[in-house]
């Protein structure tokens, strides 16, 4: 039997103040860096068009256009503002052009794609270009889809909640539904730091991350809740450290298949769905990071600041007992 | 033995299912044509069809325009609309085209293999409202003229550099093309300018911002603007004050022919009966046609209503000039009305090409569009970026699942190798589930499929967990396994339950890929704890069956 991490005893809880540290730090560091964005007036987030509205092409050259041609192009036929980028080859490119202004007012930009296809045919001829991809959104569109992708997220914690509250206690639905929060921020955060493209594909990525992560703490607090029901004497804190030692060669597993998955599409998958592969990689990671350091330590902490009444779920009481009564002792 | 026996044609009877529901099959579908009549028609209905991303067309989101008119109840608009799309859309010869409404004020339109963009947003686009109007005969522009240039003046509407333009003297068409004979420009227009008529007189004696700008034409109610005016004439015009000063009986529209006269072309500007005498909705039937006279034509029909109804408008309008205009612009120059006319009559082109007629007769025949709507959204993918993507989606998820059976063949050994076999069937389930909600494959729909696989053993992982730890406990292999099974179960229902209302509420208020995404998940959930719970426990069930007496596990 080939066996990681088996029977460990590692004190999850004890270390909870760098955790804490650590997290805010990363936190801290994507923050700062839309701090500095802002200072620059550069965008602080990178929307896709889907959000700003505007439009989007992916051309492919026959021969790798040189230096600044594709700008001057672009500066020609009155795009200034476009965005260049290489993708993926260096005779491939992006071009965007996002609704600015008075142009996202009158929405007339749906014609761009058009002009920028003449232009660049005029200077490469109809051979030397070619548009792989073209996209144009209105400026509604994307303000609809920001609010109702958010409003979806807060409605699922909101279930999320009420569900943990019955199956469980509302402290395990409070824990973990601030440790998944806990895991979208990061996700944000590692999101502004790599100044990755927000698309609908991206925001799907970080509903997965909430789903991992909610999954991963479940595991966990299904343990706990067990082990609490066992007749030990044994301190809250030594049955959550117990209950995540235990669950730890199954958060590993899994996160090493899942790993295994994001990292093929990372390789292999190109570069439309390279922010997902990005976002899904990082997201496991804190997804099961949150669940062993972050969980665990949370409920402890909320089950001391809203102790249980007289006679409400044994378990838990007597290990709280426990946990006092060994304190008097040290 | 018979609690095998059923389980193992339990599975067997899921795996028909599933795969039946991803065989394609023919499919009788009728449907109503263009032309309005019922068809059968025999379609092969592939489930899981790729989705544009992956084999390359066109997306178009629709919706309702509100910059010219407000519209009281969208979704019923939408509705209508729809209905007109469509009809549009089954003549324009696509296979597979996808329109649909999506909440209560969009449409979207799919266009699988779609290459000229500009043309299938026109088709789509274009609201198609056919009127037949009377021009002008009363001279109401010259009479009004003053008035809108004082107007302009009042409101500063004309920019500074209006004031220092030499101010040309209107003519009529026979003084330009005077101008064009003799090449002497200056004699000719004084010469021209006194000739004219009272009212073109007029138009020249205000010497307002607007009139400078307005030349006569040749018919009644017909007027030339230089084309470099055009837009400086547009923004005169559709100032408020400007549009509540015209006379309401009568209507300013553009038209879509321009001439050339002495090396400057001009565009026609036409003043118009407000009322219309006739519109499209009594047409019955369009069709494009070239003459050697007037080039690309579309002739349509009216039915018998609406023919009796145009033989009396036009008999009242006999020497009348009569405009066609097709969403606000006027179609070529108006003809004279010889005699009355009742049901056949034609549209010319102008140098417009056959496809265009074409496009036009289509549009007239499906209807117009209840009400305008603007394009919000469009994507275009090219062929070969949808193959790169097919491509690259299936190296990535050979390289997953080599990578996962890996992981789990080595970390569980021949458990892992049933629970790599329950894969198998997991994948098989999950399409199926897919297939039978109609979902579309798309790249992010592969890369969420990948992603699933490497969730979906999770439940085996933590079975499989369960059991090393009863098998630790002393307890003997066959206990161990129900015993695994067993008190996996309430970490594997919660968690999966909490995933599938997460995804339920994403469904519900998602929009899009969202939704999409959220349908991918449910299915993968299901597929995998059939397969986990269900197929793994069958296959231990087996392989103890076998080895009675069985003493280490191979896990």
Known sequence: ?330 | MSNLRNRLLGILLLSAVAAWALFPRNRTVRQRGADGVLRESVERHVPLRLGLDLQGGMHLTLEVDESKQTVADKSEAIDRALKTVRNRIEGFGVSEPVIQKVGTDRIIVELPGMADQERARQVVQDQAFLEFKITDKTGALERVLPRLDAIIKERKLAPATASTVTPSVSRGLEGLLKAADTGKQDTSKKAGAKKDTTRADSLAASGGALSNLIQQGGMPGEYLIESSMVPRVTAFLEDSAVRAAFPPAKSLQWGTDSTAIAGKTYRMLYVLDSRAIMTGEYLTDARPNTSPLEGTIVQFELNNVGGRRFRSETGKHVNDYMAIVLDGRVMGRPPVIQSAISTNGQITMGGKDLAAAQDLALVLRAGALPVPLRVAEVRNIGPSLGQDSIDKGVRASLLALVLIVVVMVVYYKLSGLLAVTALTFYALFTLAILAFFGAVLTLPGIAGFVLSIGIAVDANVLIFERIREELDRGKTVRTAIDEGFRHAMPAIIDSNVSTILTAAVLYQYGTGPVKGFAVTLIAGIVASLVSAIFIVRTFFMVWLQRKRGLETLSI
């Open chain 1, 1 to 330: 039997m080939l066996r990681i991490l088996h029977g460990t005893n590692y004190d999850f809880i004890k270390v909870w103040r760098l955790m804490v540290v650590l997290t805010l730090a990363f936190i801290a560091i994507g923050a700062g860096m839309v701090v500095v964005r802002l200072v620059g007036k550069r965008p602080t987030v990178n929307y896709s068009i889907e959000f700003t509205g505007g439009t989007l092409m992916q051309l492919k050259f026959a021969q790798p256009p040189q230096g600044d041609e594709l700008r001057a192009v672009l500066s020609g036929a009155g795009y200034s503002h476009a965005e260049i980028q290489e993708y993926g080859a260096p005779d491939e490119y992006t071009v965007r052009a996002r609704l600015e202004g008075p142009q996202a007012a009158t929405a007339q930009g749906d014609s761009s794609a058009k002009q920028i296809e003449r232009a660049l045919k005029a200077k490469y001829g109809s051979e030397g270009v070619t548009v792989r991809r073209g996209e144009f959104v209105g400026p509604r569109v994307g303000d609809e889809l920001r609010r109702n992708a958010l409003i979806a997220i807060l409605i699922s914690f909101a279930v999320t909640l009420v569900y943990l509250a019955v199956r469980f206690e509302w402290r395990f639905g409070v824990a973990a539904v601030i440790a998944t929060a806990h895991d979208t921020i990061t996700t944000i955060a590692f999101i502004t730091m790599m100044h990755l493209e927000v698309s609908l594909t991206v925001v799907a990525a970080i509903l997965t991350v909430i789903g991992y992560s909610l999954n991963d703490t479940i595991i966990i607090f299904d343990r706990v809740r067990e082990n609490l029901r066992k007749q030990r004497r044994e301190s809250l804190r030594d049955v959550l450290n117990r209950s995540i030692n235990e669950t730890l060669p199954r958060s590993i597993m899994t996160h090493a298949t899942t790993l295994a998955a994001t990292v093929s599409l990372l390789a292999f998958a190109g570069e439309v769905i390279r922010p997902f592969s990005w976002v899904m990689t990082f997201g496991i990671f804190t997804g099961t990071f949150s669940s062993i350091y972050v969980a665990g330590a949370l409920l402890l902490w909320i089950e001391y600041r809203w102790p249980r009444a007289e006679g409400e779920s044994k378990g838990t009481a007597r290990a709280l007992a426990e946990e006092r009564r060994q304190k008097d002792v040290g």
